[in-house]
């Protein structure tokens, strides 16, 4: 019996980091971080709605409810900025898909609360008090803040290629499952942020994919 108590107590505790809630990306009222609003008891609802989401350029993932118009002004991973840079994939003009989501948040031009189709009743959002995470008017601040130049952060919005012999093959990372995930149609998947990052799973602090004990995450893609 004792046994089967253990695991029962270890998935408890699991399904307790996992989901939105309680995490930072639970920007409710009830959320723990200090960039939240105060008048939101919903979680999706800064990313997803059910009806009227966004269509055209806009439709970055699935149902998105929030408005993606401002693409220009990124510079990307480089190598003038990454000196024995080597890239064999080819990386977009500016962040696309699952990365230029990040950035209705991340870049912080755009209050977290901007939505496409407010939650049900609500005519206006309202926001905790200015800090060292977002400013009074719901834009984020501080290291989560990744801005527009990306020239320092490890390639996004680039395809995975199967010439580098640097990287597991995609078709091996394509096939794992609970684990990295690579987007886009079939023959040019690319990496995106959401690659490394599930935002609905905080189970590896902060919402990784896989965890980073010994760097598992990076060598689940690199043959370092
Ligand atoms: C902070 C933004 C954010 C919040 C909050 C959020 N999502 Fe997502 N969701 C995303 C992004 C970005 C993607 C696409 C990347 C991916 O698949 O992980 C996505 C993808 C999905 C998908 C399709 C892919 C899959 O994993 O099945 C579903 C379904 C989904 N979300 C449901 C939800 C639900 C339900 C909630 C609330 C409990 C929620 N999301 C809250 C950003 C968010
Ligand atoms: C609706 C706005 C929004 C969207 C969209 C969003 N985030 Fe966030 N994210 C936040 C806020 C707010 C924080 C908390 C910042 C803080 O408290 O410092 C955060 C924090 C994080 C953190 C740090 C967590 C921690 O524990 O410090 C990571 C990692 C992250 N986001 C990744 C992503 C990725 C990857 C995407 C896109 C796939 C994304 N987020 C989309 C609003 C958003
Ligand atoms: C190749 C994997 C990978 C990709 C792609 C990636 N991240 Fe991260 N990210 C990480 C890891 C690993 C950490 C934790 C870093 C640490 O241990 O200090 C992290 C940390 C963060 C943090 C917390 C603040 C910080 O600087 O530590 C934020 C916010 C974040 N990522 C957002 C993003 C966004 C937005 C994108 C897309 C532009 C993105 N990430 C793409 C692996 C990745
Ligand atoms: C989802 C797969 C994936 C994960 C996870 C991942 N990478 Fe990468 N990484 C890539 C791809 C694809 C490239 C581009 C390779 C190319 O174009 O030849 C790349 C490029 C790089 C580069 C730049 C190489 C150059 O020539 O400019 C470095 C450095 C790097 N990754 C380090 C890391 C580290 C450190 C981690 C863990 C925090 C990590 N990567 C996690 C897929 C991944």
Redesign the pocket.
């Known amino acids: 019996m004792k046994p089967r108590l253990l695991v029962l107590l270890a998935a408890g505790s699991l399904s307790l980091t996992a989901g939105i809630t309680g995490t930072k990306h639970d920007l409710s009222s009830a959320g723990p971080g200090t960039a939240k609003t105060t008048n939101v008891n919903q979680t999706c609802v800064f990313c997803h709605t059910p009806h009227n989401a966004a269509t055209g350029a806009s439709q970055v993932v699935p149902l998105w409810n929030k408005t993606t118009t401002v693409t220009t002004g990124f510079t990307m991973y480089n190598a003038t900025n990454n000196i024995g840079s080597n890239l064999q994939g080819v990386v977009d003009a500016t962040?696309t898909g699952a990365?230029m989501a990040?950035?209705t948040c991340?870049d912080g031009t755009q209050a977290i609360g901007n939505m496409i189709n407010l939650p049900f009743g609500l005519a206006t959002v309202t926001y905790a008090s200015a800090g060292t995470t977002m400013d009074g008017t719901g834009k984020m601040l501080g290291?989560?803040m990744?801005g527009k130049d990306?020239s320092n952060?490890?390639p996004?919005s680039i395809t995975y290629p199967s010439t580098d012999p640097g990287l597991v093959a995609k078709a091996t990372v394509l096939a794992l499952s609970n684990s990295v995930k690579l987007f886009g149609s079939a023959g040019s998947e690319k990496?995106?942020?959401a690659?490394?990052?599930d935002v609905h799973n905080n189970a590896n602090a902060?919402f990784?994919r896989v965890s980073?004990t010994n760097s598992a995450?990076?060598t689940t893609c690199h043959l370092k």
């Open positions: 962040p990365s990040c950035f991340h290291i989560s990744l990306l952060d490890h996004i990496v995106q942020c690659s490394c990052h902060p990784l980073m995450l990076c």
